[in-house]
């Protein structure tokens, strides 16, 4: 399976931006996703992830309450809903399939990853 993650850019701290993470080679319906990020010279931490159906979903406690990950499974694609930013949130931005379907906050459970996208929040 292949994953595009766009979606990112330039953003004040306060607003808003939402990446979508295409998959394709095959139908990513009965996997987990999940959306990471690292900022530089630092590693690659999660940010949530979502369980096969999309009823289930994970959140770093740093991110809780801002952003909201989200699927369609009809169109194979995945998104995280990012609200309030703020310049700790600037990283590069990946998403990555789970083949457990669960919504896992543990990295070396994904295995195919997407490009990153930049999201840079200035102060």
């Known amino acids: 399976v292949q994953l595009q993650a766009f979606g990112g850019g330039l953003v004040q701290a306060g607003g808003s931006l939402r990446l979508s993470c295409a998959a394709s080679?095959?139908?990513?319906?009965?996997?987990?996703m999940g959306w990471f990020r690292q900022a530089p010279g630092k590693e690659r931490d999660i940010v949530a992830a979502i369980n096969w159906s999309g009823g289930s979903t994970y959140y770093a406690d740093s991110v809780k309450g801002r952003f909201t990950i989200s699927r369609d499974n009809a169109k194979n694609t995945v998104y995280l809903q990012m609200n309030s930013l703020k310049p700790d949130d600037t990283a590069v931005y990946y998403c990555?399939?789970?083949?457990?379907?669960?919504?896992?906050?543990?990295?070396?459970?994904?295995?195919?990853w997407g490009r990153g996208t930049l999201v840079t929040v200035s102060s």
């Open positions: 080679g095959r139908t990513i319906s009965t996997y987990g």
């Open positions: 990555a399939t789970d083949p457990t379907g669960w919504a896992s906050p543990v990295r070396s459970e994904y295995d195919y």
